[in-house]
Every structure is written in C-alpha cells, then in structure tokens.
C-alpha cells in the first residue's frame, strides 16, 4: 500500500471519527480530575523512541508503528472505560481535526516540495564549508520554516561529509541551528510562532524581539561547531576517496519546486492574515475557512510537485517516503498520548502538574520570565512544542496585547524556549527525527536518544543558562 494510500486512509477515518461525534460534547477532559498515570502511556512512547532503536533495533525497525498503536491504546480504552467511548472518540477526532492532520500536511507537503529540490555538486566537506551550510540554513529557516530548511539542505551537508570518518557531530549541529534555532525569527519558522500568529501576535514581533537572541545562539552554536569540526577534520589525516567527488560549481534541479514552497508560504500567511473567515466546530475543533483553503492548498501542492518534479531528480536526491512515514507513524502516537498531559497542564495550579505552572509565578504574583524560559524549554523538549507553547501563552494571560506590551520579555522567553529548546530532543520538534532518519538512511551513524541528548547537554544547556543570565533574570 502506497503512502499516499495510507495517507487518505487515515484521513477518511479522522473525518468519519468526526461524524460519530457532535460538536456538543466537546467539553474535552478536565485535567483538574487526572491523576499522573494518565502520562504513563506518553511516557511509554517516548521511551520506546528512545530504547527501542538501541535495546531492540530489529524489532524497532519493522515494528515501531504496532507499537505507536499500542501505546496509542493504551490511553484510548482506559480513556472509554472511565469516562465512556464518546469521549475517547471525541479526544482521537478532535486531535486529528485540530492538530495532527494540518501538521502532517505542512510537514508532507514541506518534505515532497524540498524533495524536489536537488543541489548540484559537490563541495570538499571542510570545516568552513560545512559551517557556511549550517549558516545558510539557520537564515532560510526563518523564511521557509525549520523542515522546509532541514530537507533542502541535510542531503547536500551529507554529500559534502560522506568521505569524513566523523560525520555525525556536523549533522547534529544541523539539527541545533537548521531544525531548530535558525527558526525563531519569523511565524513561518516554527509551529509555536505561528500559533502566536493566529492568536494575534504580530508578524514583524518576533523579528524584532528574538533577533538578538537567535543572532548570539546561531553564532555561538557556529563558533563551536567550527572549531569541533576543525579538531576532527585535522585529526582524520588522509580522507577516504569521495564517493561524490567534488565538482567547482553548484546549481539546482526541479527549480518548479522553488515556486511551490512560495507558495506554501504564502498559504500559510493567508491563513494567517484571513481574519473573520467562516468558522464550524468539528468534534470540538473550530476549524476556519482559511484553515481549509491552507490546507487543500497545500494538498495540490504536494500532488503538483510529485507529477511536475523530474524522476531523475528523486533519484538523484535518493528521495524515499521512509522518513516521512516514520514521522507520520510516530507524531500519531505523540499527538494522541500527550490528550491527557496537555489537559492537566491546563487545568493550572488545580491539577496533577500545579506545581509547574506555580513555579512561573514569583512571589508577589508577577510572571518570572527566566522560570518561563526554563518551563517551555523542558517541556518542549519532550512535548510537542506547539500546544506547550499555548499552555504558557495562556498561564501568561493569553492577551497579545499585553504579551506584546508590558510582559514582552515574558513572550520572548515563552517564544525562545519553545523554538531554542525544542533541539535538546530528537523528540522536541519534527525536523529532528526526519533529518536523524535521512542521514542514518545515507549510512551516517548518528546517536541513540540518550546519546544525542549528551550532545544537548553539553552544548545546548550551558548557552541556555547564559542566555537566562542575560536576558531573563
């Protein structure tokens, strides 16, 4: 069954799921009612990424998406046996409707448009050309957002390192500053600023608010990965022969696809700037006009670049769907296990996880940007950063004028956290796991979850504490 099968299918059932369901019983869980043990089936699920493909690489390989469905299950039938099978339906539709099915969109649409895209030639994998492909990135980041970067620019960095013994250091720092921090100057960049968008943030905001901020981390995470590539790239001695050897000149192939991702910009902005558009409440998801029209938009998109794009241009990109598949299977289980820990985070002070959302607050009642900063961060890194990012823009107040006004620096640290941190995981934001697919597709060895995470705790973290010193205590 081709993906595309698969795709339609999964959407038929969401949108029959919806019909079961009317609008009125979109109430949703109170998180306030939850125990704890409501995240154990999310906790699950992020061990399973993180073990799995280490303890059981076989077994992980063929079989991640039974067991996506098995911890999928395991909140659905507590879900209906306590509090009855329209609920578990309604909590599966409306996350489809509301989240998953437009995130699997941009990112399908994202994924086969850059697809297209094939850069000619190649360039000798030393370390200022490897940092300049990391800089070029953190700028398009912001402009054709994190995956649309990250699937443009990860195969050229991998042609341009495959006769390097050390290669996985250069693609993580890919995933730091392409998938992850070169995203935080504009909405388009990032899931979590574009839902500061829509809720009325204003799009020249966040340029002129985390500038200086994304310029000190993109520099900084450039600095040092030039001087660690420098130390490995002298230490290799004599390379193995190039088996893309390299080539004076670059160019690029399937040059429609360049069109079609101005295009997918401007769908997302006109779902943006579309106010006022026809609304209708879908399994307790208001879904809009513009939404639909992104959407649909986005759809012909991706057909007209899959029959437009040159078949040798695929193949010259070794274009596969496995990594996208693996994303869509995984950010399924995500999306659904993480109903009840989104729905206790809300509940505030009166739930299970009250003592997170008072640790925002100082003691004389006014926000703690630094505590914000950090709160977003953490939980970004394991949550998907976007609703995480809506959970505190409400804590904060939810008005974007204010947010915008006198709490600004309170914004940027709920912004900065949630774009900047989403890094420390292969979890934290989609890009990561599609570029760690990609690369270990082209035979790169990157690093086991907790690996990974040794190379965001020793890089990452120490920036972020200064960048609390400087900006948010």
């Not at 989240?99 to 994998?125: D, M, Q, R, S």
């Not at 070029?136 to 990250?150: E, K, N, P, R, Y």
């Amino acid at each position: 069954m081709s993906f595309a099968t698969r795709a339609v299918k999964a959407t038929c059932l969401s949108l029959a799921l919806c019909l079961l369901t009317p609008a009125a019983m979109a109430a949703g869980l109170d998180g306030s009612r939850l125990s704890v043990a409501w995240a154990l089936p999310f906790a699950g699920m992020l061990l399973s990424i993180a073990l799995m493909p280490l303890l059981l690489p076989a077994f992980w390989h063929h079989h991640f998406g039974k067991v996506t469905v098995g911890w999928a299950m395991a909140y659905l039938v507590p879900c209906a046996v306590f509090f009855g099978l329209a609920e578990a339906l309604l909590g599966l539709a409306h996350a489809a409707v509301a989240e998953y099915i437009p995130f699997i969109i941009l990112l399908t649409t994202l994924f086969t448009v850059a697809g297209g895209i094939h850069i000619k030639g190649n360039l000798h994998g030393s370390p200022g050309l490897n940092t300049a492909i990391l800089a070029v990135g953190a700028v398009l980041a912001s402009f054709m957002g994190t995956t649309g970067a990250s699937m443009l620019l990860i195969r050229p960095l991998i042609r341009a390192i495959d006769n390097r013994r050390h290669q996985a250091h250069a693609v993580v720092f890919f995933i730091f500053i392409v998938s992850n921090a070169g995203g935080a100057l504009t909405p388009l960049g990032d899931p979590p600023l574009f839902l500061g968008f829509l809720k009325g943030v204003s799009f020249t905001w966040t340029i002129a608010h985390l500038y200086a901020h994304t310029m000190w981390l993109v520099g900084s995470l450039l600095g040092i990965f030039f001087v660690i590539d420098t130390w490995l790239y002298r230490r290799e001695g004599v390379l193995a022969v190039d088996p893309t050897p390299d080539t004076p000149r670059l160019g690029f192939d399937g040059a429609i696809n360049v069109v079609f991702l101005g295009g997918v910009v401007g769908l997302v902005l006109l779902s943006g700037l579309w106010r006022g558009s026809p609304t209708w409440s879908i399994a307790g998801a208001d879904v809009t006009l513009a939404g639909v029209v992104r959407d649909v938009g986005l759809i012909g998109l991706t057909v007209l670049s899959l029959w437009l794009t040159p078949r040798s241009v695929h193949e010259d990109n070794q274009f596969s769907w496995g990594p996208m598949v693996e994303v869509a299977k995984l950010f399924a289980g995500i999306f659904l296990t993480i109903i009840p820990v989104i729905a206790m985070l809300k509940a505030g002070v009166s739930g299970p996880f009250g003592s997170v959302v008072a640790a925002v607050t100082r003691p004389d009642g006014a926000p703690d940007p630094a505590m914000y900063f950090w709160a977003t961060g953490i939980l970004s890194s394991f949550l998907d950063n976007a609703p995480t990012y809506l959970v505190f823009f409400n804590t904060a107040g939810g008005d974007p004028q204010t947010l915008m006004g006198p709490m600004a620096t309170t914004l940027v640290a709920i912004s900065a956290g949630a774009v900047f941190m989403g890094a420390n995981t292969y979890i934290g934001n989609a890009p990561n796991l599609m570029v760690k697919a990609i690369a270990e597709d082209r035979g790169v060895r990157m690093p086991g979850f907790f690996g990974y995470m040794v190379w965001s705790g020793l890089v990452l973290v120490p920036l972020f504490v200064l960048m609390t010193r400087i900006w948010f205590a």
